[in-house]
Nanobody
Framework: QVQLVESGGGLVQAGDSLRLSCTAS????????MGWFRQAPGKEREFVAA???????????DSVKGRLTISRDSDKSDKNMVYLQMNSLKPEDTAVYYC??????????????????WGQGTQVTVSS
């Protein structure tokens, strides 16, 4: 079992930066892929980025490459931190951002249905 709790959302202006955090707790977290998804009003949940334990396997959605960066602090086996650094934010980045996880050593899927563990989400609003 993996428990995920996000934090760091808020209201910012276009062009600003924001860093989201996800606290992951559970056993043997090193064998889990950690990722971020987002869901805007009226839209389906979409993949943002995901990373393996040491960052050897990282995947980004094309829409965020170069602006959003995922990182992970995985020194402890029972508690990890996953971050999403968001730069040059745009109004279209407005969404609820979710931390998610699945058991695996490499990022092999970007489909929400393949991630069984989810946080409660944190709202990010970017004003123009």
């Amino acid at each position: 079992q993996v428990q995920l709790v996000e934090s760091g959302g808020g209201l910012v202006q276009a062009g600003d930066s924001l860093r989201l955090s996800c606290t992951a707790s559970g056993q043997s977290l090193g064998v889990y892929i950690m990722g971020w998804f987002r869901q805007a009003p009226g839209k389906e949940r979409e993949f943002v980025a995901a990373t393996s334990r040491r960052g050897g396997s990282i995947v980004y959605a094309d829409s965020v490459k170069g602006r959003l960066t995922i990182s992970r602090d995985s020194d402890k086996s029972d508690k990890n931190m996953v971050y999403l650094q968001m730069n040059s934010l745009k109004p279209e980045d407005t969404a609820v951002y979710y931390c998610a996880a699945y058991r695996g050593l490499y990022v092999s899927t970007t489909k929400a249905v393949d991630y069984p563990y989810w946080g409660q989400g944190t709202q990010v609003t970017v004003s123009s």
